[in-house]
Nanobody, 124 residues
Framework: QVQLVESGGGLVQAGGSLRLSCAAS????????LGWFRQAPGKEREFVATISRSGDSTVYADSVKGRFTISRDNAKNTVYLQMNSLKPEDTAVYYC?????????????????WGQGTQVTVSS
């Protein structure tokens, strides 16, 4: 069982930066792949980034590639999403998620554990 709690969301102007954190409970954090997803009003939840169990593999959605960086600290049971050069279209509720599935997973379905979400609003 893994419980996830996001923090770090807020209101920022276009071009600004935010760093989201997601703290996990449990002693088996390093056994889970981790991902960030987002959902804007009226839209489906979409993949943002994912990181492997060891942290040596990452994948990003094309829309955030080069601007966002996912990382994890297994000693602190925490995954991060550094978001730079933010755009108004990045406005959404951001969720972190954990999966026990092996490999890089970009579909939300295999993620069995989800946080409550944190709002990110980018003003133009």
């Amino acid at each position: 069982q893994v419980q996830l709690v996001e923090s770090g969301g807020g209101l920022v102007q276009a071009g600004g930066s935010l760093r989201l954190s997601c703290a996990a409970s449990g002693r088996t954090f390093s056994r889970y792949g981790l991902g960030w997803f987002r959902q804007a009003p009226g839209k489906e939840r979409e993949f943002v980034a994912t990181i492997s169990r060891s942290g040596d593999s990452t994948v990003y959605a094309d829309s955030v590639k080069g601007r966002f960086t996912i990382s994890r600290d297994n000693a602190k049971n925490t995954v991060y999403l550094q978001m730079n050069s933010l755009k108004p279209e990045d406005t959404a509720v951001y969720y972190c998620a954990a999966t026990a599935a092996v490999g890089i997973i970009i579909s939300p379905t295999p993620y069995g554990y989800w946080g409550q979400g944190t709002q990110v609003t980018v003003s133009s």
